[in-house]
């Protein structure tokens, strides 16, 4: 019987760490994915405030 828990217990922590991992790489690949899709919006708002500054 303690095999058998000792077993279990060692399946239940590889699945946790497994999913963990997943789960980091998920969140950095939305992080960058974020970062990459936000830097064209960043540029776009400086053209329009340059665009709408006055020159003399």
């Known amino acids: 019987m303690l095999k058998s828990l000792l ?10 760490v497994l ?10 690949s ?3 994915a974020r970062e990459i899709v ?5 540029a776009q ?3 329009k405030d340059d665009e709408k500054l006055p020159t003399s």
Do not use: G
């Not at 279990?8 to 699945?15: D, M, P, R």
């Not at 999913?19 to 950095?28: E, K, T, Y």
């Not at 936000?38 to 960043?42: D, E």
């Open 30 to 32: 939305s992080q960058s």
């Open 19 to 28: 999913l963990n991992h997943i789960d980091n790489r998920i969140n950095a």
């Open 45 to 47: 708002r400086e053209r």
């Open 7 to 16: 077993i279990c217990f060692s399946f239940l922590v590889a699945q946790l």
């Open 38 to 42: 936000s830097a064209p919006h960043a």
